[in-house]
């Protein structure tokens, strides 16, 4: 099973900054790699997949990059709704996995 | 819009059993792959099967094999998962969610809890 380690743990950033959010698998997954972001009592939502391929909806400030084992979502600048929980998510492998997420929380 | 909403969770005690249902509109079901993901309190996510758009491809984590058993009835646009001698660590809330690899739609979940 590929584990899927995603660091930090918890980022503390002010509304209007960049966040950096990483995720690195322990094993090659090429591009297959999705985020998603979960607010408390909600559902997980799909940000990113393909590891750079917005999905239908989401804001241009949402970017994915990396290949491999090494993975980034970044947020160009925060707004309100965007703090939440963030997940990483291989599906090169069975079974998928996920991370164990990034709490993004208001500085 | 799609929707997905799951039903059937509960309280049970270990050893008991259960059904979850999900109900699916707003997305064209018989040609939807679907998933069951959980969610264990404070915890993160855990894939726990999957089954393909017309059932004769399932796939289960080692976790829930041979416990767990998922169907669907594409004429009622409805996915279930039975869960069979349940244990503690079964307790999270559990996820549908439409699959193409990435996880498009999810549903709200459904809460599961297993204690005497």
């Known amino acids: 099973e590929i584990v899927m380690t995603q660091s930090p743990a918890t980022l503390s950033v002010s509304p209007g900054e960049r966040a950096t959010l990483s995720c690195r698998a322990s094993?090659?997954?090429?591009?297959?790699l999705a985020w998603y972001h979960q607010k408390p009592g909600q559902a997980p939502r799909l940000l990113i997949y393909?590891?750079?391929t917005r999905a239908t909806g989401i804001p241009a400030r949402f970017s994915g990059s990396g290949s491999g084992t090494d993975f980034t979502l970044t947020i160009s600048s925060l707004q309100s709704e965007d703090f939440a929980v963030y997940f990483c998510?291989?599906?090169?492998?069975?079974?998928?996995?996920f991370g164990q997420g990034t709490k993004v929380e208001i500085k | 819009q799609v929707q997905l909403v799951e039903s059937g969770g509960g309280l049970v005690k270990p050893g008991g059993s259960l059904r979850l249902s999900c109900a699916a509109s707003?997305?064209?079901?018989?040609?939807?792959?679907m998933s069951w993901i959980r969610q264990a309190p404070g915890k993160g996510l855990e894939w726990i099967s999957y089954?393909?758009?017309?059932?004769?491809?399932?796939y289960y984590a080692d976790s829930v094999k041979g416990r767990f058993t998922i169907s669907r009835d594409n004429a009622r646009n409805t996915l279930f998962l039975q869960m069979n001698s349940l244990r503690a660590e079964d307790t999270a809330v559990y996820f549908c969610?439409?699959?193409?690899?990435?996880?498009?739609?999810w549903g709200q979940g459904t809460l599961v809890t297993v204690s005497s």
């Open positions: 969610a439409r699959d193409e690899q990435w996880l498009v739609h």
């Open positions: 707003g997305l064209p079901f018989s040609d939807s792959y």
């Open positions: 089954i393909s758009r017309d059932g004769t491809t399932i």
């Open positions: 094993h090659r997954i090429a591009t297959y």
């Open positions: 393909g590891a750079s």
């Open positions: 998510h291989q599906y090169n492998n069975w079974p998928p996995t």
